[in-house]
């Protein structure tokens, strides 16, 4: 749904900083107050930088209070959804938006949303996709938390569990950031709630159109929003969740088609040519969509030691995905034919523990 805002309080807005050779700060703020923090460049395919902000919950904005209630509530249509969210909509700056009904997964791209670090770090779902010929620009994919992890109430993830499992239909709230990342502003129990039980997270997203950045002379700011207490979930949500690459290859079908034949896999694993070794690096950014079959590929990769580190390392994160006795014999295989000083060694001796 498209709509207008006029006379808007520009309570809900992104500020940015130019800085040099098209790198800028930007901050999305609420009541003057970063709740998601980045670091760009213009160029569309390079990565972005990410870092939280100060937690959503401390910022006390009545409006978003007061949707809450029909945000929990069973979600009818768009409409309605347009009609309820109208006074915390009036928070926007003048110009064009439009509100949208997505599915986000609770990742940022790549792992756990809440996993995501307290200082610059760089975010694969910050930048468009390019592969060969292809191209994807960025939409709504994946989230990235306003509210601190401390603040979760373990209970209240339990109450959504059930709720989901009862198939209600409530929506999370969520702003678009940039690319493929959205600033969760309100349903972080239930994005929890949603990750644990592989199931995406319904939203109703606020997506602004061409308008202009409030340019600012800002900083940013450092604040402590996330810990480890979800580490745990990484393990769990990797093999459910597409990562940035996979939802680039299930957008241009084509490639897939083309370029992800079950036989050229095999052979761009038998090659050392760059070109090869490219797509297979791509291939195995894209492995969640794929079956049982392709196993015997990831170990033909970790036994190629002509094949480019990156494509080792992440053939062995895909392996060690499978808790079977299969793979813990090639765990133990290689760390006793390697040294604490190789590249995947920290991966193996925390896949044990």
């Not at 009036?90 to 790549?110: C, F, I, Q, W």
Request: charged share 25%.
């Amino acid at each position: 749904m498209a709509f207008e805002v006029r006379n808007g309080l520009s309570t809900l807005k992104h500020v940015c900083t130019p800085i040099r050779n098209g790198k800028y700060y930007r901050q999305l703020l609420l009541n003057d107050i970063p709740i998601i923090q980045g670091y760009y460049s213009e160029c569309p395919t390079c990565y972005g930088l990410l870092k939280t902000g100060y937690g959503i919950e401390k910022v006390k904005n009545k409006e978003l209070e007061d949707i809450r209630y029909s945000l929990n509530q069973n979600y009818t249509n768009l409409t309605d959804a347009f009609l309820s969210l109208h006074p915390f909509l009036k928070l926007l700056s003048d110009g064009h938006y439009v509100l949208a009904d997505v599915e986000l997964a609770p990742t940022d791209g790549s792992c756990f949303f809440y996993n995501v670090s307290n200082a610059l770090t760089s975010c694969d779902a910050s930048c468009d996709m390019f592969f060969d010929e292809y191209e994807t620009f960025g939409f709504p994919a994946f989230l990235y938390p306003t509210q601190s992890s401390n603040n979760i109430d373990d209970n209240r993830v339990e109450y959504y569990k059930q709720k989901i499992k009862q198939k209600e239909e409530f929506r999370g709230l969520a702003y678009y950031e940039k690319r493929f990342i959205c600033a969760l502003l309100d349903g972080h129990h239930k994005a929890i709630a949603c990750a644990q039980l592989g199931k995406k997270l319904k939203c109703l997203v606020i997506i602004p159109m061409n308008i202009d950045e409030n340019i600012m002379d800002i900083k940013l700011e450092n604040f402590s929003l996330t810990n480890q207490r979800f580490k745990s979930l990484n393990p769990s949500i990797s093999g459910m969740y597409y990562t940035i690459d996979g939802i680039h290859s299930i957008v241009n079908d084509k490639v897939i088609h083309e370029d992800f034949s079950f036989e050229k896999i095999n052979q761009w694993a038998d090659c050392i040519d760059e070109k090869s070794i490219r797509k297979l690096e791509f291939f195995l950014e894209y492995k969640m969509t794929l079956d049982e079959k392709y196993d015997f590929i990831f170990e033909k990769v970790i036994q190629n030691n002509k094949v480019s580190m990156p494509s080792y390392r992440k053939a062995w994160e895909v392996l060690l995905r499978k808790r079977n006795p299969h793979t813990k014999e090639l765990v133990i295989q290689y760390l006793v034919d390697h040294s604490m000083t190789d590249s995947c060694w920290d991966l193996l001796v925390d896949y044990l523990d």
